[in-house]
Antibody, heavy 118, light 110 residues
Framework: QVQLVESGGGVVQPGRSLRLSCAVSGFTFRTYAMHWVRQAPGKGLEWVALISNDGNYKYYVDSVKGRFTISRDNSKNTLFLQMNSLRAEDTAVYYC???????????WGQGTLVTVSS | QSALTQPASVSGSPGQSITISCTGTSSDVGSYNLVSWYQQHPGKAPKLMIYEDKKRPSGVSNRFSGSKSGNTASLTISGLQAEDEADYYCCSYASSSTWVFGGGTKLTVL
């Protein structure tokens, strides 16, 4: 069955960096684009980034451009989100998601919590 | 990349129908047949309920339906059940390979 498992969250000070991972199984990872979506505590969902199946194309929400980098390792079935210069407003649960069956986010991980605080 | 507009809350009694609106612009909702709706229970990951404006994924109850007119999409839940109580989010493709979500609507089943 399809599984997406995020890891790497934790508490980090403002200005520092963190790298999230999303390990996938149950489908041919290298065939599909992947996304990161986040949700601040008590708030709504926010699309963060998209990477094409081959990793050649990357897109970001304006608020993270220049600070976050999405990447993938198709040999290890893993998606990454490198987060630099973290701010308090980046505090959120970060989900990886993909579009396996439909053109919309039909499979999600369980999320990993990132807390940016001094 | 402005968020889509949803009502903060809606409510209904068991058996009734409710509709949640999602208003965007001609650059997102109005330009693409790529509006989706997600149900989220507390502490859980979102679940896709409607995609491509009005299609239901396999396994989703036919009590859930989607529609769109111009820049506004809608999610209708008929025959409300207690387990429908959750947060609901709309989402639209917004050009240049970016996506935008709505602010979310809390559904209360009275």
């Amino acid at each position: 069955q399809v599984q997406l498992v995020e890891s790497g969250g934790g508490v980090v000070q403002p200005g520092r960096s963190l790298r999230l991972s999303c390990a996938v199984s149950g489908f041919t990872f290298r065939t599909y684009a992947m996304h990161w979506v986040r949700q601040a505590p008590g708030k709504g969902l926010e699309w963060v980034a998209l990477i094409s199946n081959d990793g050649n194309y990357k897109y970001y929400v304006d608020s993270v451009k220049g600070r976050f980098t999405i990447s993938r390792d198709n040999s290890k079935n893993t998606l990454f989100l490198q987060m630099n210069s973290l701010r308090a407003e980046d505090t959120a649960v970060y989900y990886c998601a993909t579009t396996l069956v439909t053109p919309n986010f039909d499979y999600w991980g369980q999320g990993t919590l990132v807390t940016v605080s001094s | 990349q402005s968020a889509l507009t949803q009502p903060a809350s809606v409510s209904g009694s068991p058996g009734q129908s409710i509709t949640i609106s999602c208003t965007g612009t001609s650059s997102d909702v109005g330009s693409y047949n790529l509006v989706s709706w997600y149900q989220q229970h507390p502490g859980k990951a979102p679940k896709l309920m409607i995609y491509e404006d009005k299609k239901r994924p396999s396994g989703v109850s036919n009590r859930f339906s989607g529609s769109k007119s111009g820049n506004t999409a809608s999610l209708t839940i008929s025959g409300l059940q207690a387990e429908d109580e959750a947060d609901y989010y709309c989402c639209s493709y917004a050009s240049s390979s970016t996506w935008v979500f709505g602010g979310g609507t809390k559904l209360t089943v009275l």
